[in-house]
């Protein structure tokens, strides 16, 4: 399975931007890029995925490069809420052609988000 | 609430004990997936069903059993257990379709102490 690498930590002041990145090299072209990340005590949370094109949903902004090696994730204005793990993630596929969720989880970025 | 539901919480058993984790799904997913998280480790992908047929067993010693009896229930049999199988042990559902990256739904995890 293709790997992430995540910076172990990051800060952010509430109320300002936050760019989570994400590496991936080893990308394969049918490789999806996921991103979930995990509050204290609870199972890991969907934020946002993309394949090529840059993606923007209720809850973030994911920024994919042209030649997809890397990722960035954007919270465009963190909350304290929004102090979680967060993980970059690629979604493979099986020799099916499905992918029955295999995700391969890093150990992730820990977001510390400043009142 | 995401729509996975999995029980207990918590639960405390001994070496020689016989217990099962529960996880129920209300998303009308056909893909279920239990996962497990130790301390300070990245989640680890256990077993995989697709309608009801496991996919995916990712050596996972056979003190742990799953059991699928249909696409909204999954069971997690556990027997003889080892205080290193301590952890917190998610359960995680999705829609797949042939080439598709869907997102999993996870529940908020059974933690599990070995004594």
């Known amino acids: 399975d293709a790997k992430t690498t995540q910076p172990n930590s990051m800060e952010s002041n509430e109320e300002e931007p936050v760019h989570l990145p994400c590496n991936h090299s080893?990308?394969?072209?049918?490789?999806?890029i996921h991103w979930y990340r995990q509050l204290p005590s609870q199972g890991p949370e969907y934020v946002i995925h993309?394949?090529?094109s840059n993606v923007n949903n209720r809850m973030a902004s994911l920024a994919i490069a042209e030649d997809r090696k890397s990722s960035t994730l954007i919270l465009h204005r963190a909350t304290l809420r929004d102090a979680a793990v967060y993980y970059c993630?690629?979604?493979?596929?099986?020799?099916?052609?499905?992918?029955?969720?295999?995700?391969?989880f890093g150990q992730g970025t820990i977001l510390t988000v400043h009142p | 609430e995401t729509g996975v539901t999995q029980t207990p919480r918590h639960l405390v058993m001994g070496m020689t004990n016989k217990k099962s984790l529960k996880c129920e799904q209300h998303?009308?997913?056909?893909?279920m997936y239990w996962y497990k998280q130790s301390a300070k480790k990245p989640l680890e992908l256990m077993f995989v069903?697709?309608?009801?047929?496991?996919?995916e067993n990712n050596s996972v010693p056979s003190r742990f059993s799953p059991e699928c009896p249909n696409s909204s229930h999954l069971f997690l049999h556990l027997h003889t257990l080892q205080p290193e199988d301590s952890a917190l042990y998610l359960c995680?559902?999705?829609?797949?379709?042939?080439?598709?990256?869907?997102?999993?739904?996870f529940g908020s995890g059974t933690q599990l102490s070995v004594l």
């Open positions: 993630i690629l979604r493979g596929h099986n020799a099916g052609g499905t992918s029955y969720g295999k995700l391969t």
């Open positions: 995680a559902s999705s829609q797949e379709f042939p080439g598709s990256g869907e997102k999993l739904f």
């Open positions: 069903y697709s309608l009801e047929e496991r996919v």
């Open positions: 993309g394949l090529t």
């Open positions: 998303l009308g997913h056909n893909a």
């Open positions: 080893t990308i394969s072209g049918t490789d999806y």
